[in-house]
């Protein structure tokens, strides 16, 4: 069963603590992509990566980091430094032609 | 299910009505474009893809339309349907596989 997979679906962060985000793809494809979704707002972009071991800064990468060591794998960490985290975050990839196909999403709240 | 935007611009239609879904696209040079659908608390769906060489296409009981004088992009929902409720985004591509995502409209189907 092909697809792309975010895990958890829920996830709560303590201030002062990073959380890491997990993004799987069974799909072969090269780029992969992180988006941040507010409520009343269009999807913004974190970090991108076109190639494994490669990752290029979005429009809004302050507080978060990323890693991508393996073709499939492409997990998000929201550090400390981001003072809002809460919002619903999207991962997508894409064959290289263009489209992204997104996963389920994984929302992220503060205690 | 949790929304994925409190202020979004909504389109109300009845049960077995078209639908047209309107978005104004920023830069003259993008060419592709792509509408999503994303219902509440799940990731966005591929639904249908255009080219700038084309002004049509169309897909099952959708179509999307391309006005590259005046950036205007639409999406028709012939029959709409109750399981059509949702919020629906376009993408335009104009720099490799990068996307720049609209603010979204949500689409209420009333029985």
């Known amino acids: 069963d092909g697809g792309i997979t975010q895990s958890p679906k829920y996830l709560f962060r303590k201030e002062g603590q990073n959380v890491t985000l997990s993004c799987e793809q069974n799909?072969?494809?090269?780029?992969m992509y992180w988006y941040r979704q507010d409520p009343g707002q269009g999807l913004r972009l974190i970090y991108y990566s076109q190639i494994v071991n490669d990752f290029q800064k979005g429009d809004i990468a302050e507080g978060y980091s990323v890693s991508r060591e393996k073709k499939e794998s492409f997990p998000l960490t929201v550090t400390s430094a981001q003072k809002n985290p809460t919002a619903f975050y999207l991962c997508?990839?894409?064959?290289?032609?263009?489209?992204?196909?997104f996963g389920p999403g994984t929302r992220l709240l503060v205690l | 299910g949790e929304s994925v935007g409190l202020h979004l611009p909504t389109l109300s239609v009845q049960e077995g009505d078209n639908s047209i879904i309107n978005c104004a696209y920023s830069n003259s040079a993008s060419d592709y474009f792509i509408w999503y659908k994303q219902e509440s608390g799940k990731g966005p769906q591929f639904i249908i893809d255009?080219?700038?060489?084309?002004d049509k296409r169309q897909g099952q009981r959708v179509t999307v339309l391309l006005n590259k004088t005046v950036k205007h992009l639409s999406l028709q929902i012939a029959a709409t349907q109750p399981g059509d409720s949702a919020v629906y985004f376009c993408a335009e591509n104009n720099a490799g596989n990068m996307l720049t995502f609209g603010g979204g409209t949500r689409l209420m189907v009333k029985p």
């Open positions: 799909l072969n494809h090269d780029a």
């Open positions: 997508a990839s894409s064959p290289g032609a263009e489209t992204q196909y």
């Open positions: 255009i080219r700038s060489n084309m």
